[in-house]
Antibody
Framework: QLQLQESGPGLVKPSETLSLTCTVSGGSISAGSYYWGWIRQPPGKGLEWIGNIYYSGSTFYNPSLKSRVTISVDTSKNQFSLELSSVTAADTAVYYC????????????WGQGTLVTVSS | QSALTQPASVSGSPGQSITISCTGTSSDVGGYNYVSWYQQHPGKAPKLMIYDVSDRPSGVSNRFSGSKSGNTASLTISGLQAEDEGDYYCISYTSSSTWVFGGGTKLTVL
């Protein structure tokens, strides 16, 4: 059974860079045509798509975040990562990682989510 | 990109059917059969309920169904049960090769 697990600091200072890692277990991140992505949810609010990366390394980002976001993949560690620079309180959210099969719209596997708070 | 439009809330009694709409444009919902729906319970990760407009993942009850007409996709839940209560989100592929979520709908089972 595929499992995804987010990890990273739960507290980030304003203007700094938020860094999270998603570790994939129960399957290879480079096997098959899958997209690996990040979604966030501010407290009490809706879901927001941040971006995703194809197993080959191609990336796609939310236009509203594109200037601050980098998603990368480390196939040797079976992980993919999110970096969000110049954070503000508005970036406080639960961050989820998820998998989508190519040529499909379904995000079929999700991590449990990790709360990141931006505060000094 | 603007969020897809969903009703803030819907409600129904056990056994009834409800439909949640998800309205976009010809550049997203209307242009592709790449719409999926998610159920989220408090404090939990979203769960995939419908993908590619109307396909249902293995293990999801056949009480859940999806459809699309023009720029509006819909999720219908028949035979409403108490466990169906929660938040529902749609997401669509866009012409910019990105994805956009709907604002979410809170389903209350009366």
């Amino acid at each position: 059974q595929l499992q995804l697990q987010e990890s990273g600091p739960g507290l980030v200072k304003p203007s700094e860079t938020l860094s999270l890692t998603c570790t994939v277990s129960g399957g290879s991140i480079s096997a098959g045509s899958y997209y690996w992505g990040w979604i966030r949810q501010p407290p009490g609010k809706g879901l927001e798509w941040i971006g995703n990366i194809y197993y080959s390394g191609s990336t796609f980002y939310n236009p509203s975040l594109k200037s601050r976001v980098t998603i990368s993949v480390d196939t040797s560690k079976n992980q993919f990562s999110l970096e969000l620079s110049s954070v503000t309180a508005a970036d406080t959210a639960v961050y989820y990682c998820a998998r989508r099969r190519g040529n499909s719209s379904g995000l079929d596997y999700w991590g449990q989510g990790t709360l990141v708070t931006v505060s000094s | 990109q603007s969020a897809l439009t969903q009703p803030a809330s819907v409600s129904g009694s056990p056994g009834q059917s409800i439909t949640i709409s998800c309205t976009g444009t010809s550049s997203d919902v209307g242009g592709y059969n790449y719409v999926s729906w998610y159920q989220q319970h408090p404090g939990k990760a979203p769960k995939l309920m419908i993908y590619d407009v109307s396909d249902r993942p293995s293990g999801v009850s056949n009480r859940f169904s999806g459809s699309k007409s023009g720029n509006t996709a819909s999720l219908t839940i028949s035979g409403l049960q108490a466990e169906d209560e929660g938040d529902y989100y749609c997401i669509s592929y866009t012409s910019s090769s990105t994805w956009v979520f709907g604002g979410g709908t809170k389903l209350t089972v009366l």
